[in-house]
Structures are given as C-alpha cells and as structure tokens.
C-alpha cells in the first residue's frame, strides 16, 4: 500500500532563512509526487510536480529513490510563503488517485 | 468562468440528519473525488469517479454516498451513519490518462454537527 509522510506538523522560520519541509512515501510502484500548496483563504493548488524538474516561487524538490523522500526546499524564505504545505504521490490505482501526507503548516516569522 | 464549484460553503447539521453537499466542475473533467480534510491528518479520499454512472469508494468511504449522473457533477451525502461528519470536505476533477496529471479542487464545504 501506499503512504505519503510528512514528520512535521508546523515548521516556523525567519524570513531570509531556508526552508526545508520533509516528505517521505512508500509505494512499491514507479512513483509521481507532486507538492500541493493551501495559502489562508485560497483553495489547494498544485505547487510543483517531480517529473518537470521545476523551481516555483523559488522552492523546489528532487525526487530521491533511495531515501524515498522528496522535500520541499527554498533557500530564502519569504513571509507569503506562509501556507499548509502537502506532499503528494499519484499511484497506478485506478488510474490517477493522489495519496496525501498529513501536511506540514510554514509559518515564516518577520 | 471555468473550474470546480462546491455549495454550500458552510453547513449544520442536526445529529441523525443527512445532509448533501454539491460538487459542479464545467472543465469538462472525467474524474472527481471527495476528499476530506483533517487537521494534523492530511486529504483522505472518500470516493471517486472516472465516469459517469461509475464511481468507488474511497479510503474512508463509511457513512458516505455518492452519484455521479452527470459528468459535471459529484454530490456527496453525509449519511447519519457517519459518527465523525464534522469536517472540511474538498471535491476536485482531473482528466484521466493525461500524461502531464493535474488536479483541480474546489474551495470546500464545511460541515459541522450540531
């Protein structure tokens, strides 16, 4: 079966500093992991996705088999970068189900 | 204005009392799914559909129901046998065997029981 961890609840930062939100999954299959972005007020958007090697608002995640992680990373982190933060992985399972980690809340601190 | 529309935004319920919550999507998406959001727990899917007339339960999917008549629409109802129904629950779409594979949520329904 698969599962998606995230170990920490609520990480708090200062602005300036870096930023590295966890995420651990577990799934005998080729995985796809996505993070997935709740800014206060706004609905759950897709932050950034493994398979395009992209960096989005400065952040991004590299995909490692071995470890079976795939954290979140931003060098400077900035006070809008305040969010519920999740990880993501997409199974074979009838087609494209998302499994979701429990989220990491970021709270960047003036 | 295109994307995923979910009503009422806020809902109480009376305990022994089911309750529907509507999910709309005009993206022409052949999947939707109902997750719902805990804190501390993360999304957890209660049921999907790849197609109309065609839908499977999810993780959680105990004390829910659904429909899926047409391809715009997904309603969700909270059945008196749910024992926890006080939640945030997000509907979302996606189209399936789309190689670069997205997903679109709605902004969530809130229900509590009172």
């Known amino acids: 079966a698969q599962r998606v961890t995230q170990p920490e609840k609520l990480l708090s930062v200062f602005k300036g500093a870096p930023v590295e939100l966890k995420c651990n999954y577990s799934y005998s299959g080729s995985p796809e992991l996505f993070w997935y972005v709740q800014y206060s007020r706004q609905r759950l958007q897709l932050l950034l996705r493994?398979?395009s090697r992209e960096s989005i608002k400065g952040f991004t995640a590299d995909l490692n088999k071995g470890e079976t992680s795939f954290h979140l990373k931003k060098p400077f982190a900035q006070e809008e970068d305040s969010a519920m933060y999740y990880c993501?992985?997409?199974?074979?399972?009838?087609?494209?189900?998302?499994?979701f980690g429990g989220g990491t809340r970021l709270m960047v601190k003036p | 204005d295109g994307g995923i529309t979910q009503s009422p935004k806020y809902l109480f319920r009376k305990e022994g009392q089911n309750v529907t919550l509507s999910c709309e999507q005009n993206l022409n998406h052949d999947a939707m799914y109902w997750y719902r959001q805990d804190p501390g727990q993360g999304l957890r899917l209660i049921y999907y559909s790849q197609i109309v007339n065609d839908f499977q339960k999810g993780d959680i999917a105990e004390g829910y129901s659904v429909s899926r008549e047409k391809k715009e629409s997904f309603p969700l109802t909270v059945t008196s046998a749910q024992k926890n129904p006080t939640a945030f629950y997000l509907c979302?779409?996606?189209?399936?065997?789309?190689?670069?594979?997205?997903?679109?949520f709605g902004e969530g329904s809130w229900l509590t029981v009172v």
């Open positions: 993501a992985l997409r199974t074979s399972r009838a087609g494209n189900m998302l499994t």
């Open positions: 979302a779409s996606s189209v399936t065997g789309q190689g670069a594979y997205t997903i679109y």
């Open positions: 493994h398979i």
